[in-house]
T-cell receptor
Framework: DTAVSQTPKYLVTQMGNDKSIKCEQNLGHDTMYWYKQDSKKFLKIMFSYNNKELIINETVPNRFSPKSPDKAHLNLHINSLELGDSAVYFC????????????FGPGTRLLVL | DQQVKQNSPSLSVQEGRISILNCDYTNSMFDYFLWYKKYPAEGPTFLISISSIKDKNEDGRFTVFLNKSAKHLSLHIVPSQPGDSAVYFCAASEITSGTYKYIFGTGTRLKVLA
């Protein structure tokens, strides 16, 4: 029974296209995140949502738009894809509170050609 | 500006010996520190954490030590097992806008040799 799931797992697309990545968690957590792991393996936070409300937006280009239809879902839509968007994108969730452990999805490997 | 640093990209250790993974940070406002383990093609999984008010936390074979004056933490794995071979990420959390924000290091790849 998967805790945090992401679809698709792999995404290969052309520059200029628009694509979406979906994330769902069944842990009852109230906070969800998107991270980007680039070619240097640096895992960097992009967005955080708490109870469907955007809390953290880390200077990400506005081509990236997260959407949280409910507490269990946080989707990431990317417009006008660029070569530099190629990376692994991880969704995560956690409970609020001190040292809240994050549970990560398996990642979506995006390759922009 | 990288607030959490793991200066060793890789480490090899013999099975049964101790593995020591290190992490340095710059922000004294971090209140929790966490270690995650990541296998290829999977997301990171939580391993162990420590509050900034403590200096040691132990869970089975895993112990995390925190030295606040040096802004340094380390993860000790003893005895090391081949299944421990993975990438280990150090992370630190701080409260931003009422929610926790996590900052990750770049990871250390641990290889435990049988």
């Amino acid at each position: 029974d998967t805790a945090v799931s992401q679809t698709p797992k792999y995404l290969v697309t052309q520059m200029g296209n628009d694509k979406s990545i979906k994330c769902e968690q069944n842990l009852g957590h109230d906070t969800m995140y998107w991270y980007k792991q680039d070619s240097k393996k640096f895992l960097k936070i992009m967005f955080s949502y708490n109870n469907k409300e955007l809390i953290i937006n880390e200077t990400v280009p506005n081509r990236f738009s997260p959407k949280s239809p409910d507490k269990a879902h946080l989707n990431l839509h990317i417009n006008s894809l660029e070569l530099g968007d190629s990376a692994v994108y991880f969704c995560a969730s956690s409970l609020q509170g001190g040292g809240g452990t994050q549970y990560f999805g398996p990642g979506t490997r995006l390759l922009v050609l | 500006d990288q607030q959490v640093k793991q200066n060793s990209p890789s480490l090899s250790v013999q099975e049964g010996r101790i593995s020591i993974l290190n992490c340095d940070y710059t922000n004294s406002m971090f209140d929790y520190f966490l270690w995650y383990k990541k296998y290829p093609a999977e997301g990171p999984t939580f391993l162990i954490s420590i509050s900034s008010i403590k200096d040691k936390n132990e869970d089975g074979r895993f112990t995390v030590f925190l030295n606040k004056s040096a802004k340094h933490l380390s993860l000790h794995i003893v005895p090391s097992q081949p299944g421990d071979s993975a990438v280990y990420f150090c992370a630190a959390s701080e409260i931003t806008s009422g929610t926790y924000k996590y900052i990750f290091g770049t990871g250390t790849r641990l290889k435990v040799l049988a």
